[in-house]
């Protein structure tokens, strides 16, 4: 009978890579929230890095909390984006949960000063400066939720894949 110590070994010695999570909160209208984060020139989805022992979608919803002070809707997943691996970095994976927020957490968002700059909802066809790779994973996995399909990305190219349909945005 084994002790578990090959299997430890074997565990211990897999790649190991970083997970984020990011919430799509679409309002009434379907213009999409956005922060711009007090470290960065530039406007992104809410969110940021899974912890130890966290799932996704409750990272997901533990970071949209910390930066704005409320719950976000995550309906579902819509997106998977994966990094490959750079100077200073281990590769990762970013899951994309999105929703529609009321009302009422709109006008309760309250920005965690420390974190978020900026905060603000934006139509998809006119959104502030973002990063290239942001405008794309924003565009994308807003019409992936409102079409019921998902996106996946590699390293923040074009979508290699979509769910439901099996179509791609137009």
Known sequence: MSD????SAYYAQLARTRGAAGAV????????????????????????????????LAACTREVREELGITPVLDRLVGVVWFPSRPRRTASNLF????????????????????????????VSALPEVEPHTERRVR???????????????????????????????
């Not at 578990?4 to 299997?7: D, F, K, L, M, P």
């Not at 213009?31 to 470290?39: A, E, F, I, W």
């Not at 999105?98 to 700059?117: M, S, V, W, Y």
């Not at 994308?140 to 894949?161: D, H, I, Q, R």
């Open 4 to 7: 578990g110590s090959a299997e």
């Open 25 to 56: 909160q679409l309002d009434g209208s379907g213009r999409v929230l956005l922060v711009r984060p007090g470290y960065k020139p530039v406007w992104d989805l809410p969110g940021g890095v899974i912890e130890a022992g966290e799932s996704p």
């Open 96 to 123: 994309v949960f999105a929703g529609r927020l009321p009302e009422t957490a709109q006008t309760a968002i309250e920005p965690d000063p420390g974190e978020i700059a900026e905060f603000g909802f934006f139509p």
């Open 140 to 170: 994308s996995c807003v019409e992936g939720y409102l079409g019921g399909g998902t996106v996946y990305y590699e390293e923040s190219t074009k979508p290699a894949w979509y769910g439901g349909s099996g179509e791609g945005p137009g």
